[in-house]
């Protein structure tokens, strides 16, 4: 019992010796000697004066297509940075057919304020079980695209007609990934969530077939994999394939019902109700012409392929 | 007991008013001055070297690859690999970085021919999706590398070991000259239309057998009457096929082969061998046989109740997958499956193609010779698959049999003992 008692006592000084420091107010002191500081900057290469000037200093915009291992979210994945002949390509497409469409539509200010302000490249994909990732969000800041290697628009040596698949997606996960920082500073209404409950399909999504999905409602497999994603994989959608596309899409649902009893007529009011909430969203919380900035971004879109 | 405590008491009391006190460094640079300074030393280093480094990096899926790198001040690295035909004789530039993560690191910020390996698209590299070669292209700098000719550095996420050591002048004009390219030629001796290859250095006559895809090179010979064998992990140089291991049999050593040559018209490879220029020979058969092997290759995946599988089919005269045996809608590969069932008393084998659902091809019984070889006859067929019921049946049931040669221990080759032309390379990949 003794031993413990001189424990406490040594244990007691040293605990008010902690307090009493952790009163004293503390000088900033030598920030010279705050580890990182001063190192000599990188050299800044041709691709790096082009982002500025384009995206950095007009929009805010940093893009680092350098390795940097931190900027991915997981880091036990195996990733290689972009090629870098790939960059500026692929930045051009990120200004044309995201960032032109919703300056012009919803103004420079809205654009500004709630763009995420870095992207960060990875060359390859990330890849998860059998599928690909191709793009995060990040809290509203960050947007992570991955598979930079391999896209192509046209007029890019080598391209050939299928590669618009490519191009789309890309662009598809650009408009995926700002969708959800728009619901995530306004929350989209409740109703959208009513609209396929009880068909979500959770991690499951990897099993199901485009046709499958759409036979419950939803745009893409990804889409019934939870609300949120539902959400932007609709607004994704409806500005990619444009407003022809989505009643093409809508009308390909296919004949009978779904392997979860939902008839083609239900699945395809499901998609245009999803359609009409979107379009409501984007005029009551953001005051913007949805129907305006999909003509222009599936116009844009259309010269990339 | 009691005396114990009154020992620590003192020591804590010590430690109490160390932690008081302001602290004076023992150092008389602050810690990011002498970071800043060493990563200044090893920039200088890497720019200094006149002529570049020579690098070789040994990824975690096993083999070495070769690389030459010359670093400039401005965050630029021009490079060479032996990594294929195309990245030994184009100079890629890209970006690099010195900088301080755990410990002073230099990394390969854009794509560059480093980055092959670790692509995590097997498509690039032929490694598993998700993983690539599992390589590096970020490395800290071991400890005590300054100043003696070599920088050994270590992968950050895979631990990758790359080896850098200082190029000369020769070296760096003979990258620039596709050195590389030359030594490269090495990788032709898979064109060679028969399997059995031979060389004779110093009066003695090898047997030389290479895996290109891993970068092996094995050597046998006989002693007298005793088959000794030799293996070896190799990479390209500017001046010829480097050694991992070097190769001692009595007088002679050879740490490279050098001068490499290809004729192709004659589809023969030469090289200089120490210092006998030698040229590779075909032959018919083994100098060595492993009378055992075909027994052995049964038995291994009898014991698994498993099979043997062939993704390309048999090459013949050094074409790979001559009678086209892939082309067979969904074609998933070929099998060997041993004692697969029995009919009437006699148990036979499968050598058959496979799409996923259904085996197509002959059912075999094997026999074995004393000279080692194993040689099938045909029992029956599984489907009606022409191609592989006719023609590749035909090659199957052979009456000279096949040789088998074990390259790794999950991997052999089933040699035609006919004339060492037609082959079959089969592994166990489960």
Known sequence: MKKRFIFFNCFAVLGFALVLQSCKEEDLGDVETISGLNRPAPVQTSIDKWIADSLTTPYNIAVNYKWDQFEFTDISKTLVPPKEEMVIPFSQVVRRAWIAPYVEQAGIVFFNKYSPKLFVLSGSAQYQYQSKVLGQAEGGRKIIVFDINNFKVKGMNGYVPSDSVVVKEGIRTLQHEFGHILHQNIMYPVEFKRVSEGLFQGVNWLNLSDAEALADGFVTPYASSKYDDDFVETIAILLTEGKDGYTRLVNSVQEGASLNGTSKADAQAKLRRKEALVVNYFKTAWGVDFYSLQAKCRAEFVKLI | ?430
């Open chain 2, 1 to 430: 007991m009691k005396k114990n405590f009154s020992i620590f008491l003192p020591f804590l009391l010590f430690i109490g008013i160390i932690s008081c006190k302001t602290e004076d460094s023992v150092f008389e640079q602050t810690s990011n001055e002498r970071i800043n300074a060493s990563l200044a030393e090893y920039q200088k280093q890497l720019v200094g070297a006149e002529y570049g480094w020579k690098g070789a990096i040994y990824p975690g899926t096993g083999s070495v690859y070769s690389f030459y790198f010359k670093f400039n001040d401005q965050n630029r690295v021009i490079m060479y690999s032996d990594f294929d035909k195309e990245t030994a004789v184009t100079a890629k530039e890209s970006s690099y970085l010195v900088k301080a993560l755990q410990s002073p690191s230099l990394i390969f910020d854009t794509y560059s021919y480093l980055h092959l390996l670790a692509d995590p698209e097997g498509s690039v590299n032929g490694g598993v999706y998700g993983e690539g070669l599992i390589s590096d292209f970020e490395f800290s700098f071991g400890a005590d590398t300054l100043n003696n000719g070599t920088l050994t550095l270590t992968g950050t996420k895979n631990k990758t070991r790359l080896v850098l050591t200082k190029a000369s002048q020769e070296e760096s004009v003979a990258y620039g000259n596709g050195g590389l390219a030359k030594s490269l030629l090495f990788s032709n001796i898979d064109l060679y239309p028969i399997y059995f290859k031979r060389v004779t250095i110093g009066g003695v006559t090898y047997e030389i057998n290479v895996n290109t895809t891993a970068r092996t090179v094995t050597l046998s010979w006989l002693e007298g009457t005793t088959a000794k064998s030799f293996t070896t992990e190799y990479y390209y140089s500017s001046t010829g096929v480097a050694f991992i291991t070097p190769f001692v049999n009595g007088g002679l050593t050879l740490n490279s082969l050098t001068n490499l040559t290809w004729d192709a018209s004659k589809l023969s490879l030469g090289f200089t061998a120490g210092t006998a220029n030698v040229t590779v020979v075909g032959a018919a058969k083994p100098l060595i046989v492993d009378v055992a092997a075909p027994k052995r290759f049964r038995q291994f995946v009898i014991d698994k109740g498993s099979y043997w599988i062939s993704e390309t089919g048999f090459t013949v005269s050094g074409k790979e997958d001559y009678f086209g045996i892939t082309k067979i809608p969904d074609f998933y590969y070929m099998l060997f499956f041993p004692d697969i069932a029995s009919s009437q008393g006699t148990t036979y084998d499968a050598f058959t193609a496979y799409d996923q659902t259904n085996l197509m091809g002959p059912a075999v019984v094997p026999s074995y010779t004393s000279d080692g070889r194993i040689i099938f006859s045909i029992l029956g067929t599984y489907g009606t698959n022409t191609l592989m019921n006719t023609t590749v049946a035909e090659q199957i049931e052979d009456a000279s049999g096949y040789y088998l040669v074990q390259t790794s221990p999950i991997r052999y080759d089933m040699v035609s003992a006919k004339d060492a032309k037609t082959w079959i390379s089969w592994w166990y990949p489960f």
